[in-house]
Protein backbone atom coordinates (compact mmCIF):
# COMPACT_ATOMS: atom_id res chain seq x y z
CA UNK A 1 0.00 0.00 0.00
CA UNK A 2 1.20 3.29 -0.69
CA UNK A 3 2.88 5.36 2.57
CA UNK A 4 0.98 8.07 4.10
CA UNK A 5 3.46 9.74 6.70
CA UNK A 6 2.29 13.12 7.44
CA UNK A 7 5.29 15.43 6.14
CA UNK A 8 7.78 16.63 9.06
CA UNK A 9 7.54 20.41 9.62
CA UNK A 10 9.72 22.55 7.78
CA UNK A 11 10.19 25.33 9.93
CA UNK A 12 10.27 22.92 12.76
CA UNK A 13 13.81 21.48 11.00
CA UNK A 14 14.78 24.99 10.09
CA UNK A 15 14.17 26.38 13.84
CA UNK A 16 17.11 23.50 14.95
CA UNK A 17 20.49 24.58 15.44
CA UNK A 18 23.16 23.80 12.88
CA UNK A 19 25.00 21.90 16.22
CA UNK A 20 22.04 19.23 16.59
CA UNK A 21 21.76 18.97 12.99
CA UNK A 22 25.25 18.15 12.67
CA UNK A 23 25.03 15.76 15.11
CA UNK A 24 22.74 13.62 14.09
CA UNK A 25 23.72 13.81 11.10
CA UNK A 26 27.29 12.33 12.22
CA UNK A 27 25.54 9.54 14.28
CA UNK A 28 25.88 5.89 12.42
CA UNK A 29 22.18 5.01 11.14
CA UNK A 30 21.21 1.44 12.92
CA UNK A 31 21.38 -1.46 10.22
CA UNK A 32 18.05 -1.53 8.50
CA UNK A 33 14.60 -3.13 10.41
CA UNK A 34 14.10 -6.43 9.22
CA UNK A 35 10.63 -7.39 9.05
CA UNK A 36 9.99 -10.96 8.38
CA UNK A 37 6.77 -13.10 8.59
CA UNK A 38 6.23 -14.22 11.54
CA UNK A 39 7.75 -17.64 12.39
CA UNK A 40 5.23 -18.08 15.33
CA UNK A 41 1.31 -17.56 14.83
CA UNK A 42 0.24 -14.86 13.10
CA UNK A 43 -0.43 -11.89 14.63
CA UNK A 44 -4.14 -11.77 16.41
CA UNK A 45 -6.69 -9.41 14.99
CA UNK A 46 -7.08 -6.35 16.95
CA UNK A 47 -9.64 -7.22 18.82
CA UNK A 48 -8.15 -10.14 19.89
CA UNK A 49 -4.59 -9.07 20.97
CA UNK A 50 -4.09 -9.09 24.77
CA UNK A 51 -0.73 -7.93 26.74
CA UNK A 52 1.50 -10.65 26.40
CA UNK A 53 3.33 -12.31 29.48
CA UNK A 54 6.83 -13.42 29.37
CA UNK A 55 8.01 -15.82 27.28
CA UNK A 56 11.66 -16.72 28.98
CA UNK A 57 12.57 -16.48 32.53
CA UNK A 58 16.18 -15.13 31.24
CA UNK A 59 18.12 -13.30 29.29
CA UNK A 60 21.02 -13.87 27.61
CA UNK A 61 24.05 -11.87 28.72
CA UNK A 62 26.02 -11.74 25.56
CA UNK A 63 26.06 -8.56 23.10
CA UNK A 64 24.34 -9.65 19.76
CA UNK A 65 25.72 -8.36 16.18
CA UNK A 66 25.00 -4.97 15.29
CA UNK A 67 24.11 -3.53 18.99
CA UNK A 68 24.92 -1.01 20.82
CA UNK A 69 27.94 -2.01 22.79
CA UNK A 70 27.55 -2.29 26.71
CA UNK A 71 29.00 0.03 28.39
CA UNK A 72 32.28 -0.74 30.49
CA UNK A 73 31.50 -1.55 34.35
CA UNK A 74 31.90 1.48 36.45
CA UNK A 75 31.78 1.98 39.89
CA UNK A 76 28.38 1.76 42.03
CA UNK A 77 27.62 5.22 41.41
CA UNK A 78 26.58 7.77 41.49
CA UNK A 79 25.53 7.54 37.71
CA UNK A 80 23.98 9.91 35.77
CA UNK A 81 20.10 8.78 34.48
CA UNK A 82 18.49 9.33 31.18
CA UNK A 83 15.07 8.06 30.65
CA UNK A 84 14.03 7.53 27.41
CA UNK A 85 9.75 6.88 27.46
CA UNK A 86 7.48 6.29 24.82
CA UNK A 87 4.27 6.91 24.20
CA UNK A 88 1.22 4.58 24.42
CA UNK A 89 4.58 1.22 24.05
CA UNK A 90 2.34 -1.60 24.96
CA UNK A 91 3.60 -4.54 27.18
CA UNK A 92 3.29 -6.74 24.29
CA UNK A 93 6.91 -5.94 22.96
CA UNK A 94 9.03 -8.29 20.49
CA UNK A 95 11.00 -9.41 23.57
CA UNK A 96 7.92 -10.28 25.44
CA UNK A 97 6.39 -12.90 22.99
CA UNK A 98 4.84 -10.76 19.97
CA UNK A 99 6.48 -12.55 17.01
CA UNK A 100 6.30 -8.89 14.67
CA UNK A 101 9.94 -7.78 15.00
CA UNK A 102 8.85 -3.92 15.33
CA UNK A 103 11.84 -2.84 17.67
CA UNK A 104 14.99 -4.72 17.09
CA UNK A 105 17.09 -1.88 18.56
CA UNK A 106 15.13 -2.13 21.92
CA UNK A 107 14.89 -5.66 21.87
CA UNK A 108 18.96 -5.56 21.80
CA UNK A 109 18.93 -3.05 24.73
CA UNK A 110 16.43 -5.72 26.55
CA UNK A 111 18.82 -8.84 26.34
CA UNK A 112 21.46 -6.29 27.54
CA UNK A 113 19.81 -4.66 30.36
CA UNK A 114 17.63 -5.62 33.66
CA UNK A 115 14.08 -5.71 32.38
CA UNK A 116 10.78 -5.91 34.12
CA UNK A 117 8.15 -8.21 32.57
CA UNK A 118 5.20 -7.23 34.71
CA UNK A 119 5.55 -3.15 34.77
CA UNK A 120 2.77 -1.13 35.34
CA UNK A 121 2.57 2.76 34.56
CA UNK A 122 0.84 4.86 37.50
CA UNK A 123 -2.33 5.37 35.60
CA UNK A 124 -3.76 5.01 32.12
CA UNK A 125 -2.85 8.31 30.26
CA UNK A 126 -0.37 11.13 30.57
CA UNK A 127 -1.31 13.30 32.31
CA UNK A 128 -2.23 11.64 35.44
CA UNK A 129 0.94 8.77 34.94
CA UNK A 130 3.45 11.74 34.51
CA UNK A 131 2.07 13.59 36.79
CA UNK A 132 2.85 10.45 39.10
CA UNK A 133 6.13 9.58 38.18
CA UNK A 134 7.45 13.30 38.17
CA UNK A 135 6.04 14.01 41.90
CA UNK A 136 6.62 10.48 43.02
CA UNK A 137 3.38 10.46 44.10
CA UNK A 138 -0.57 8.99 42.81
CA UNK A 139 -2.07 10.96 40.90
CA UNK A 140 -4.91 11.65 43.36
CA UNK A 141 -2.59 12.86 45.81
CA UNK A 142 -1.27 15.86 43.92
CA UNK A 143 -2.77 19.30 43.74
CA UNK A 144 -4.52 19.60 40.05
CA UNK A 145 -6.86 21.37 38.00
CA UNK A 146 -9.46 18.89 37.55
CA UNK A 147 -9.60 18.77 34.32
CA UNK A 148 -8.57 15.45 32.03
CA UNK A 149 -5.15 18.00 30.88
CA UNK A 150 -4.34 18.38 34.24
CA UNK A 151 -2.32 21.18 35.31
CA UNK A 152 -0.01 20.76 38.46
CA UNK A 153 1.01 24.17 40.31
CA UNK A 154 4.02 24.90 41.12
CA UNK A 155 3.62 24.26 44.83
CA UNK A 156 3.71 20.28 43.52
CA UNK A 157 7.40 19.31 44.32
CA UNK A 158 8.76 17.14 41.53
CA UNK A 159 11.80 15.25 42.18
CA UNK A 160 14.04 16.73 39.19
CA UNK A 161 13.77 20.57 41.42
CA UNK A 162 15.61 17.90 44.45
CA UNK A 163 18.03 17.07 41.53
CA UNK A 164 18.40 20.46 40.98
CA UNK A 165 18.72 21.78 44.73
CA UNK A 166 21.65 18.73 44.41
CA UNK A 167 23.52 20.31 41.90
CA UNK A 168 22.67 18.05 38.63
CA UNK A 169 21.82 19.10 35.88
CA UNK A 170 18.72 18.24 34.89
CA UNK A 171 17.51 18.07 30.95
CA UNK A 172 14.24 17.82 28.87
CA UNK A 173 13.21 18.10 25.37
CA UNK A 174 9.52 17.30 24.77
CA UNK A 175 7.02 16.74 21.31
CA UNK A 176 3.80 17.52 22.70
CA UNK A 177 1.86 21.08 22.94
CA UNK A 178 0.60 19.68 26.96
CA UNK A 179 4.08 20.03 28.12
CA UNK A 180 4.40 23.46 27.36
CA UNK A 181 3.77 25.17 30.63
CA UNK A 182 0.52 23.96 30.71
CA UNK A 183 0.98 20.36 32.96
CA UNK A 184 3.66 21.86 35.13
CA UNK A 185 6.35 19.15 33.93
CA UNK A 186 9.24 21.77 33.38
CA UNK A 187 9.64 22.26 36.68
CA UNK A 188 12.80 21.67 38.26
CA UNK A 189 14.64 21.20 34.49
CA UNK A 190 17.60 23.40 33.85
CA UNK A 191 16.60 22.87 30.07
CA UNK A 192 13.34 21.87 28.83
CA UNK A 193 13.25 22.91 25.11
CA UNK A 194 9.77 22.10 23.04
CA UNK A 195 9.87 20.32 19.72
CA UNK A 196 8.94 23.94 17.35
CA UNK A 197 6.30 24.01 15.25
CA UNK A 198 3.99 21.14 16.90
CA UNK A 199 0.07 21.79 15.99
CA UNK A 200 -1.93 21.93 18.76
CA UNK A 201 -5.00 19.71 19.35
CA UNK A 202 -6.98 18.18 22.39
CA UNK A 203 -8.80 16.06 20.30
CA UNK A 204 -5.90 14.48 17.92
CA UNK A 205 -2.38 14.77 17.21
CA UNK A 206 -1.40 15.03 13.72
CA UNK A 207 2.25 15.85 14.35
CA UNK A 208 5.43 13.27 13.49
CA UNK A 209 8.12 14.41 15.93
CA UNK A 210 10.91 12.09 16.23
CA UNK A 211 13.30 13.29 13.67
CA UNK A 212 13.22 16.79 15.62
CA UNK A 213 13.25 15.38 18.83
CA UNK A 214 16.12 13.13 18.17
CA UNK A 215 17.95 16.59 17.22
CA UNK A 216 17.00 18.48 19.88
CA UNK A 217 18.30 15.66 22.48
CA UNK A 218 21.49 15.39 20.91
CA UNK A 219 22.17 19.17 20.98
CA UNK A 220 21.20 19.41 24.86
CA UNK A 221 23.25 15.87 25.49
CA UNK A 222 26.05 16.93 23.56
CA UNK A 223 26.75 20.28 24.85
CA UNK A 224 29.38 19.94 27.78
CA UNK A 225 28.45 22.42 29.83
CA UNK A 226 25.16 20.35 30.11
CA UNK A 227 26.91 16.95 30.85
CA UNK A 228 29.72 18.34 32.61
CA UNK A 229 29.22 17.15 35.66
CA UNK A 230 25.77 14.62 36.96
CA UNK A 231 22.87 14.86 35.11
CA UNK A 232 19.40 13.23 34.55
CA UNK A 233 17.55 13.63 31.12
CA UNK A 234 14.32 12.95 30.17
CA UNK A 235 13.04 12.86 26.73
CA UNK A 236 9.00 11.33 25.62
CA UNK A 237 8.71 10.32 22.13
CA UNK A 238 5.54 11.17 21.06
CA UNK A 239 5.20 9.44 17.69
CA UNK A 240 2.81 6.29 18.65
CA UNK A 241 0.15 8.79 20.20
CA UNK A 242 -2.85 8.95 18.44
CA UNK A 243 -3.09 9.52 14.88
CA UNK A 244 -0.76 6.21 13.68
CA UNK A 245 0.81 6.44 9.88
CA UNK A 246 2.45 4.50 8.20
CA UNK A 247 6.10 5.49 8.00
CA UNK A 248 7.94 4.45 4.72
CA UNK A 249 10.17 1.07 4.61
CA UNK A 250 7.86 0.09 7.85
CA UNK A 251 4.55 -1.08 5.96
CA UNK A 252 2.93 -3.79 8.08
CA UNK A 253 -0.39 -3.31 6.62
CA UNK A 254 -3.92 -1.43 6.91
CA UNK A 255 -5.23 -2.28 10.26
CA UNK A 256 -4.87 0.02 13.41
CA UNK A 257 -2.50 -2.13 15.34
CA UNK A 258 -0.02 -2.48 11.84
CA UNK A 259 0.40 1.53 11.98
CA UNK A 260 0.68 1.34 15.26
CA UNK A 261 3.40 -0.98 14.87
CA UNK A 262 5.19 1.24 12.36
CA UNK A 263 5.10 4.00 14.94
CA UNK A 264 6.60 1.46 16.87
CA UNK A 265 9.43 0.69 15.00
CA UNK A 266 10.09 4.59 13.93
CA UNK A 267 10.54 5.33 17.24
CA UNK A 268 12.64 2.27 17.72
CA UNK A 269 15.11 3.72 15.25
CA UNK A 270 15.59 7.32 16.36
CA UNK A 271 16.16 5.54 19.90
CA UNK A 272 18.88 3.48 18.95
CA UNK A 273 20.37 7.05 17.23
CA UNK A 274 19.87 8.73 20.70
CA UNK A 275 21.56 5.53 22.82
CA UNK A 276 24.05 4.93 20.39
CA UNK A 277 25.73 8.37 20.77
CA UNK A 278 25.26 8.04 24.32
CA UNK A 279 27.58 5.41 24.40
CA UNK A 280 29.82 7.57 22.39
CA UNK A 281 30.34 10.15 24.72
CA UNK A 282 33.09 9.74 27.58
CA UNK A 283 30.18 10.23 30.20
CA UNK A 284 28.38 7.07 28.56
CA UNK A 285 30.42 4.60 30.89
CA UNK A 286 28.50 6.32 33.97
CA UNK A 287 24.68 6.63 32.28
CA UNK A 288 22.03 4.56 33.15
CA UNK A 289 19.52 4.90 30.72
CA UNK A 290 15.56 3.86 31.63
CA UNK A 291 13.14 2.77 28.69
CA UNK A 292 9.69 2.66 29.67
CA UNK A 293 6.33 3.95 28.97
CA UNK A 294 3.83 6.44 29.88
CA UNK A 295 0.94 3.69 29.59
CA UNK A 296 -0.51 1.09 27.16
CA UNK A 297 -2.90 1.18 24.23
CA UNK A 298 -6.10 -0.53 23.54
CA UNK A 299 -7.14 -2.31 20.03
CA UNK A 300 -10.09 -3.55 20.62
CA UNK A 301 -9.85 -5.24 24.27
CA UNK A 302 -13.08 -4.47 26.16
CA UNK A 303 -14.16 -2.60 23.19
CA UNK A 304 -11.81 0.02 24.13
CA UNK A 305 -9.35 1.64 21.97
CA UNK A 306 -6.43 4.29 22.21
CA UNK A 307 -5.80 4.68 26.18
CA UNK A 308 -7.10 6.35 29.15
CA UNK A 309 -10.67 5.97 31.19
CA UNK A 310 -10.13 2.57 32.47
CA UNK A 311 -7.46 0.35 33.73
CA UNK A 312 -7.90 -2.42 31.89
CA UNK A 313 -4.21 -4.27 31.40
CA UNK A 314 -3.45 -3.13 27.72
CA UNK A 315 -3.82 0.54 29.36
CA UNK A 316 -1.48 -0.06 31.90
CA UNK A 317 0.94 -2.58 31.18
CA UNK A 318 4.14 -1.45 29.99
CA UNK A 319 7.94 -1.96 29.34
CA UNK A 320 10.22 -1.06 31.61
CA UNK A 321 13.85 -1.19 30.53
CA UNK A 322 17.12 -0.47 33.03
CA UNK A 323 20.63 -0.59 31.84
CA UNK A 324 22.93 0.54 34.41
CA UNK A 325 26.60 0.15 33.79
CA UNK A 326 28.09 -2.80 35.42
CA UNK A 327 24.97 -4.36 36.48
CA UNK A 328 23.96 -7.80 34.90
CA UNK A 329 21.00 -8.07 32.36
CA UNK A 330 18.00 -10.21 33.68
CA UNK A 331 14.84 -10.26 34.35
CA UNK A 332 12.58 -9.89 36.80
CA UNK A 333 9.13 -11.47 37.17
CA UNK A 334 7.46 -9.95 39.94
CA UNK A 335 4.92 -6.86 39.77
CA UNK A 336 6.75 -3.48 39.87
CA UNK A 337 5.15 0.24 39.35
CA UNK A 338 6.77 3.16 37.49
CA UNK A 339 5.90 4.87 41.20
CA UNK A 340 9.21 3.49 42.04
CA UNK A 341 11.31 5.35 39.36
CA UNK A 342 11.12 8.91 41.17
CA UNK A 343 13.19 6.90 44.36
CA UNK A 344 15.01 4.49 42.14
CA UNK A 345 16.50 7.58 39.74
CA UNK A 346 17.14 9.80 42.60
CA UNK A 347 19.41 6.69 44.22
CA UNK A 348 21.31 6.36 41.31
CA UNK A 349 22.23 9.87 41.20
CA UNK A 350 22.91 9.67 45.12
CA UNK A 351 20.26 12.52 45.83
CA UNK A 352 17.70 11.80 49.25
CA UNK A 353 14.08 11.33 47.91
CA UNK A 354 11.29 13.58 49.88
CA UNK A 355 10.04 11.58 52.65
CA UNK A 356 6.54 11.66 51.44
CA UNK A 357 7.44 10.08 47.56
CA UNK A 358 5.36 6.77 47.28
CA UNK A 359 7.56 3.43 46.15
CA UNK A 360 10.64 2.05 46.41
CA UNK A 361 13.84 2.11 44.98
CA UNK A 362 14.66 -0.70 42.52
CA UNK A 363 18.24 -0.55 42.64
CA UNK A 364 19.25 -3.10 44.95
CA UNK A 365 17.24 -6.00 43.08
CA UNK A 366 18.28 -4.79 40.08
CA UNK A 367 22.10 -5.22 41.65
CA UNK A 368 21.37 -8.62 42.60
CA UNK A 369 21.90 -7.23 46.22
CA UNK A 370 18.82 -8.49 47.57
CA UNK A 371 16.67 -10.42 46.16
CA UNK A 372 13.29 -9.19 44.29
CA UNK A 373 9.92 -9.72 46.97
CA UNK A 374 6.36 -9.40 46.04
CA UNK A 375 4.66 -6.57 46.73
CA UNK A 376 1.58 -4.84 45.63
CA UNK A 377 1.41 -2.52 42.86
CA UNK A 378 -1.48 0.37 42.74
CA UNK A 379 -2.91 2.00 39.76
CA UNK A 380 -4.75 5.23 40.39
CA UNK A 381 -6.65 6.80 37.46
CA UNK A 382 -8.53 9.99 39.28
CA UNK A 383 -11.72 11.82 38.80
CA UNK A 384 -11.27 14.49 35.84
CA UNK A 385 -13.32 16.07 33.67
CA UNK A 386 -13.98 13.46 31.50
CA UNK A 387 -13.79 10.47 33.68
CA UNK A 388 -15.28 8.41 37.03
CA UNK A 389 -12.88 7.75 39.56
CA UNK A 390 -10.48 4.07 38.86
CA UNK A 391 -8.07 2.48 41.05
CA UNK A 392 -6.43 -1.29 41.08
CA UNK A 393 -4.31 -3.48 43.09
CA UNK A 394 -2.25 -5.94 42.31
CA UNK A 395 -1.10 -8.85 44.23
CA UNK A 396 0.72 -11.72 42.73
CA UNK A 397 -1.11 -12.56 39.77
CA UNK A 398 -4.81 -11.10 41.06
CA UNK A 399 -6.12 -7.82 40.41
CA UNK A 400 -8.52 -6.05 42.16
CA UNK A 401 -10.53 -3.10 40.25
CA UNK A 402 -12.40 -0.65 42.21
CA UNK A 403 -15.15 1.87 40.53
CA UNK A 404 -15.82 5.40 41.25
CA UNK A 405 -15.92 6.05 44.94
CA UNK A 406 -15.53 2.21 45.82
CA UNK A 407 -19.30 1.25 45.22
CA UNK A 408 -18.35 -2.07 43.29
CA UNK A 409 -15.69 -4.47 42.82
CA UNK A 410 -14.09 -6.70 40.50
CA UNK A 411 -12.04 -9.62 40.47
CA UNK A 412 -9.28 -11.11 38.48
CA UNK A 413 -7.05 -13.97 37.90
CA UNK A 414 -4.71 -12.23 35.33
CA UNK A 415 -2.37 -15.90 34.96
CA UNK A 416 -5.86 -17.79 34.17
CA UNK A 417 -7.68 -14.63 32.36
CA UNK A 418 -5.27 -12.64 31.16
CA UNK A 419 -7.83 -10.81 29.63
CA UNK A 420 -9.66 -9.97 32.48
CA UNK A 421 -13.16 -11.85 31.07
CA UNK A 422 -14.39 -13.58 34.34
CA UNK A 423 -15.07 -11.35 37.09
CA UNK A 424 -14.19 -13.20 40.35
CA UNK A 425 -15.90 -11.10 43.04
CA UNK A 426 -18.81 -13.24 43.36
CA UNK A 427 -17.58 -16.51 42.43
CA UNK A 428 -14.50 -16.99 45.44
CA UNK A 429 -15.79 -15.00 48.10
CA UNK A 430 -12.52 -16.08 50.32
CA UNK A 431 -10.04 -14.54 47.48
CA UNK A 432 -12.54 -11.49 46.95
CA UNK A 433 -12.30 -11.09 50.47
CA UNK A 434 -8.36 -11.22 51.17
CA UNK A 435 -7.59 -9.05 47.86
CA UNK A 436 -10.31 -6.31 49.53
CA UNK A 437 -8.43 -6.28 52.47
CA UNK A 438 -5.10 -5.40 50.36
CA UNK A 439 -7.25 -2.80 48.78
CA UNK A 440 -8.30 -0.74 51.90
CA UNK A 441 -5.01 -0.94 53.20
CA UNK A 442 -3.02 0.38 50.32
CA UNK A 443 -6.21 3.14 50.06
CA UNK A 444 -5.52 4.12 53.19
CA UNK A 445 -1.53 4.95 52.42
CA UNK A 446 -3.10 7.36 49.42
CA UNK A 447 -3.40 10.70 50.91
CA UNK A 448 -6.67 12.09 48.50
CA UNK A 449 -7.04 15.25 47.80
CA UNK A 450 -9.64 17.48 45.71
CA UNK A 451 -8.40 19.32 42.69
CA UNK A 452 -9.33 23.06 42.42
CA UNK A 453 -11.96 22.84 40.69
CA UNK A 454 -14.66 20.40 41.87
CA UNK A 455 -17.23 21.22 39.96
CA UNK A 456 -15.49 20.18 37.29
CA UNK A 457 -15.71 16.48 37.99
CA UNK A 458 -17.22 13.50 36.53
CA UNK A 459 -19.34 11.85 38.67
CA UNK A 460 -19.39 13.32 42.24
CA UNK A 461 -21.31 10.86 44.56
CA UNK A 462 -23.71 13.15 46.42
CA UNK A 463 -22.54 14.20 49.46
CA UNK A 464 -18.99 14.42 48.95
CA UNK A 465 -16.64 17.25 47.30
CA UNK A 466 -14.91 14.96 44.99
Known amino acids: MPTTSRPNDALGRAALTGAALALLACSTPPAPLSVPPPTAAPVAPASAAPVAGPTASASPTATPAGSVAAPAPAAKGPYNVLVVSVDAMRADMPWAGYPRDI ?4 QRLEKESVSYTRAYSVSSYTAMSFGGFLSGRYPSEIRRSGSFFSAYPDDVVMFPELLQAAGVHTLSAQAHFYFDQKAGFHQGFDVFRMVPGLKAD ?14 LALEILGTPANTAGRFFAWFHFMDPHDKYVTHEGLDFGKRSRDRYDSEIAFVDRHIAKLLE ?3 SQPWGARTAVIVTADHGEAF ?7 HGFEIWEPLVRVPLIVNIPGVAPRRIDVPRSAIDLPRTILELLDVPPDPTFQGRSL ?13 DVVIDLPRTTDNDRRRALIHDHYKIVSYGSDYRYELYDLEKDPEERRNLAKADKKLYEDMRRRY ?8 DICPDRRDWLMSVPKGKDC
Open 103 to 106: APNL
Open 300 to 306: GEHDRHR
Open 277 to 279: FVR
Open 202 to 215: NKTDDNVTSPEHLA
Open 363 to 375: LAEMRGDEAPEPR
Open 440 to 447: DAAKETIR
